[in-house]
T-cell receptor, first 112, second 110 residues
Framework: QKEVEQNSGPLSVPEGAIASLNCTYS??????FFWYRQYSGKSPELIMS????GDKEDGRFTAQLNKASQYVSLLIRDSQPSDSATYLC????????????FGSGTRLQVQP | EPEVTQTPSHQVTQMGQEVILRCVPI?????FYWYRQILGQKVEFLVS????????KSEIFDDQFSVERPDGSNFTLKIRSTKLEDSAMYFC????????FGPGTRLTVL
């Protein structure tokens, strides 16, 4: 079964530190990768998308993709208490398939 | 900034009743989706909709579910005969390049 895997956490980091969130996926044909943030009781909020190998930076966020290793990560620099949330990795698992397959999410706690 | 909207925010129903969840996608988006999230579990894909027809559905989306775009703005999910296990958050999403989610409808089946 095609899956997206994440450590559930919680990942606890001090304010100002770098938080590193990881995700692996099972389908080599996957083309599109997304990170969503979800606060408790709220809907997923898109943070980053990444489509090609390497790094993509947007403000304090950097997404990293390694298709050979089937691995995607999200780095959050200068973590703030407001970053405390669950971070969901989502993948379009098959070429042409538009539905997203989500991981179970990693809960991040940023300690003031 | 354009956003996906959903109504109602919370729906309580009795088992066996029909419910209709409503969504207004972002206006220039062409692809629409329904997902659900049971409390404490993953976000799960239900169905995608493009050009006035279902383009993809999951094994969860059985005969008790249906979707419709009754006019140029609304996108609805109908559950014909609700079960206790249908209790979940239901999210609508729309897409141009990336999927943007609405705030969700919390469905509680008693």
């Amino acid at each position: 079964q095609k899956e997206v895997e994440q450590n559930s956490g919680p990942l606890s980091v001090p304010e100002g530190a770098i938080a590193s969130l990881n995700c692996t996926y099972s389908d080599r044909g996957s083309q599109s990768f997304f990170w969503y943030r979800q606060y408790s009781g709220k809907s997923p909020e898109l943070i980053m998308s990444i489509y090609s190998n390497g790094d993509k930076e947007d403000g304090r966020f950097t997404a990293q993709l390694n298709k050979a290793s089937q691995y995607v990560s999200l780095l959050i620099r200068d973590s703030q208490p407001s970053d405390s949330a669950t971070y969901l990795c989502a993948v379009n698992l098959d070429t042409g398939r538009r539905a997203l397959t989500f991981g179970s999410g990693t809960r991040l706690q940023v300690q003031p | 900034e354009p956003e996906v909207t959903q109504t109602p925010s919370h729906q309580v129903t009795q088992m066996g009743q029909e419910v209709i969840l409503r969504c207004v996608p972002i206006s220039n988006h062409l692809y629409f989706y329904w997902y659900r999230q049971i409390l404490g579990q993953k976000v799960e894909f239900l169905v995608s909709f493009y050009n006035n027809e279902i383009s993809e559905k999951s094994e969860i989306f059985d005969d008790q579910f249906s979707v419709e775009r009754p006019d140029g703005s609304n996108f609805t999910l109908k559950i014909r005969s609700t079960k206790l296990e249908d209790s979940a958050m239901y999210f609508c999403a729309s897409r141009e390049n990336e999927q943007f989610f609405g705030p969700g409808t919390r469905l509680t089946v008693l």
